[in-house]
């Protein structure tokens, strides 16, 4: 059953400390990671946290316990965590924008957690959506899906001849339409991050989900970004844990604020800050650890690479832009 709200951060500490962390060197070093994980994230209603009230989450108004849910799993275990945050934009989708019958369709099995999702939103144009009858086809490639094999379904935005976007559940299977080739990453290995090419894949009608012009995907996309920085306080934070150094938990609840608060063109800043406080408290904790920081299974060397992954992954050219000119004049960078 889900916690109240002010249990919702203590009980995903709590798992992150008692659970993910002490199991994160191992899992580094597996294939995927371990169903028992997304069953935990699961059993105590995590999947289903953004879901409207009467489904058991917190709809909109939730949204800072979600951020903070994520920097605590990712303190824990950021692979885990990578996978499981898959799962929170396509049941926003679903629980938002999907049609009525749709969104009664997918939205209850998707909050419990039964039913597992992930994403494959590719740029635009590099997945071709071409009407036929009884459904659509899907021709393209996306570069970036996490989770393969770990979930059930897969939110697929595509785009047809007239620069309208579709969003699509189809199953997460590979077959001769959908190929699957898996990624070697820096971190976050056993997070079964993949590139799929669709080659004419059918997708019945009721597979659809909506459709929106395509600019609108893109000014909406801001939210995604800001709960991606979370990820990145997760890590600064079990940094600044594990060095007992109170100037950084300064400095991570000021990156927090930031985020929480920043709209339109102060969203991409304030990832980058975030981005690079994970980085610059992960290398603190390299010095601090010495040379044995370079043992597989030592947490700082661990959380040195998650915080380079996090550097890059989900980068936007706003972003980018922000986090070389603060690595350029690392003076004007916050404290």
């Known amino acids: 059953m889900p916690a109240a709200d002010s249990e919702w951060v203590l009980t995903a500490q709590r798992i992150a400390d008692d659970e993910l962390f002490p199991a994160a060197p191992a899992v580094e070093r597996l294939d995927r990671v371990p169903p028992n994980h997304l069953n935990l994230l699961a059993d105590h209603g995590f999947y289903g946290l953004p879901a409207p009230v009467e489904f058991g989450g917190l709809g909109r108004a939730g949204f800072p316990v979600l951020t903070d849910v994520i920097a605590a799993l990712a303190g824990g275990c950021l692979t885990t965590t990578f996978v499981w945050l898959q799962h929170l934009a396509p049941l926003m989708a679903v629980a938002t924008v999907a049609q009525p019958d749709f969104r009664d369709r997918w939205l209850g099995p998707m909050a419990a957690g039964q039913v597992r999702a992930g994403l494959a939103m590719a740029r635009p144009h590099l997945i071709r959506v071409t009407k036929v009858p009884g459904g659509y086809t899907l021709t393209g490639e996306s570069a970036w899906v996490t989770g393969w094999e770990l979930i059930d379904i897969l939110l697929v935005?595509?785009?047809?001849?007239?620069?309208?976007?579709?969003?699509?559940?189809?199953?997460?299977?590979?077959?001769?339409?959908?190929?699957?080739?898996?990624?070697e990453l820096m971190a976050v290995q056993a997070s079964r991050t993949v590139s799929l090419r669709f080659t004419g894949h059918f997708v019945p009608d009721d597979r659809l989900g909506h459709t929106e012009p395509f600019a609108s995907f893109v000014a909406a996309e801001a939210q995604g970004s800001v709960m991606n920085g979370f990820l990145a306080l997760g890590v600064a934070g079990r940094c600044a844990r594990l060095l007992e150094a109170e100037d950084l938990v300064s400095d991570i609840a000021q990156a927090r604020l930031r985020l929480l608060?920043?709209?339109?063109?102060?969203?991409?800043?304030?990832?980058?800050?975030?981005?690079?406080?994970?980085?610059?408290?992960?290398?603190?904790?390299?010095?601090?650890?010495?040379?044995?920081s370079v043992l597989a299974d030592e947490h700082a060397g661990r959380l040195y690479r998650e915080s380079g992954f996090l550097l890059v992954f989900g980068l936007r050219p706003a972003i980018k832009t922000a986090m070389l000119q603060r690595l350029a004049d690392p003076v004007g960078e916050p404290a």
Do not use: N
């Not at 339109?264 to 044995?292: I, K, N």
């Open 157 to 183: 935005g595509g785009v047809d001849e007239r620069g309208l976007l579709h969003f699509f559940l189809i199953d997460a299977r590979s077959s001769p339409t959908l190929v699957a080739e898996p990624s």
């Open 261 to 292: 608060t920043a709209a339109g063109e102060q969203v991409p800043t304030a990832r980058a800050e975030a981005s690079l406080l994970a980085s610059r408290a992960a290398a603190r904790l390299m010095v601090q650890t010495g040379s044995r």
